[in-house]
């Protein structure tokens, strides 16, 4: 017995002293399941894993696909043939915005002879990633990546460079759709189902920080649903810790069969590096506007149910005899709204979308963006104590009969700027609340009198030179009056301002 100890205890230091990075030989192998099988037999009660067992039963709770790294083989796995698929689709993004600037001194009849009204434009650059999810050159990025720029450049991983037409932005997503021309097919990586992705998957995150290259990191996800963070309005983020830097915007989250989970969009950090609390949009909302770009669109729109929805708080779970806050509270219901024809009232809470939980309503928001127009969706809600189901048919939002946009030319501080009256289509667009009514800005193009002046798209005009504003046409009469002196009443974000401009 004692001899059978003192071979196992040299076999043991045989092994430990072995160098972590070498090859381990079949015949080392061989030996140590021979050994764990020694040990079993001369310390009994204190069995050493057995590795096949540890396969069998580790992974069994979290599917065949999933299981925990647990031997040397697993460990010494390497990313790079993920990586060498995907990374050609991942491209930087160069983008050039030239802004004129007002002069201090306009308006000024003595120094604007000498400084006139303008200043040199001043040009801003920015730096990011894209992602190409069309082998015809369709790229996926942020909408703060490219902004209002003028010229976008988009360079390949192998050096080749691109001039690119945008398709399609949206500032409230985040999200912008842009396109490349060549005569062969480009590289592209598949998007995925980011509903399939659990708390613990492995990841990569593909993108330009710093303006350094190209550049891979891994991580796992670390939560799912974040909402609230402050980034833009949607609020429906992948949480990742794999390192996402500044330049990382705009470029590609994949899973491990090397399809598109997200794309990397913003980090938490008070220095503005990486702590490893990155954000990323869910592929889904991804793939649904691509969808919107490639039937033409412009923008994106999202369907209509007419219905306000607010968050269930833990005292309305209580009077409703809910066990926990969640799902989305109706607030109030369009009578001609689709909400309206299923059966929808204020009062009910949506608990599912499509046999999806609703955790908030930020979730309700982000299911319905991802379902086509016209599509029929299921409903779980509570209503009057009890739970059952509804079917909502998903439209567009009405039009409204205030016509088109109208530009304002002559000479006011609204000159230049494009306006039309609110529906509740044009107010979704502007991400303004539904039922807002008046005469908006839509657009502002930079340079023009209304954007030295100030004004922004989503303001909404109230009054001018004591004048109420409720339709184009009143806006209109009132921009044309011969005047200097402009006393304006403008609301934004639900306030109103007022201002003296002279012009």
Known sequence: MRKLLAAALVSLAFVALMPLGAAVPSYAQEDVGGLRGLLNELLPGRDAPDDKAAVES??????????????????????????????????????????????????????????????????QSSLGSGVIVDPSGIIVTNYHVIGEADDIKVALSDGREYESTILLKDESLDLAVMKIEADAAFPAIGIGDSDALEVGDLVLAIGNPFGVGQTTTSGIVSALARNHIGIVDFGFFIQTDAAINPGNS??????????????????????????????????????????????????????????????VTAQIAEALGMERPAGALVTAVDVDGPAATAGLKPGDVVLALNGAPIEHVDALGYRLATQPMGSAVAFDILSQGAKRKLTVTLARAPEGSGGGPVEIAGESPFAGASVAALSPRLARRLRLPARTTGVAMVEVPRGSPAAGFGFRPRDIVREVNGVPIDTVEALVSAAAENTRWWRLTVERDGQLLRQMLRY
């Open 250 to 311: 705009g470029g590609a989250l994949i899973d491990m069969a090397g399809r598109l989970v997200g794309i990397n969009t913003a980090i938490y950090s008070r220095t503005g590096g990486s702590i490893g609390i990155g954000f990323a949009i869910p592929s889904n909302m991804v793939r649904a506007v691509v969808e919107a770009a490639r039937q033409g669109e412009d923008h994106f729109e999202r369907p209509f149910v007419g219905a306000q929805f607010e968050p």
């Open 58 to 123: 580790g992974p069994a709770q979290s599917g065949p696909e999933r299981r925990v790294p647990f031997a040397r083989q697993d460990i010494q796995l390497s990313f790079a043939p993920l990586v060498r698929e995907t990374a050609p689709a991942v491209v930087n993004v160069y983008a050039k915005q030239v802004e004129a600037t007002r002069s201090p001194f306009a308006g000024d009849p003595f120094f604007e002879q000498f400084f006139g009204r303008r200043m040199p434009p001043r040009v």
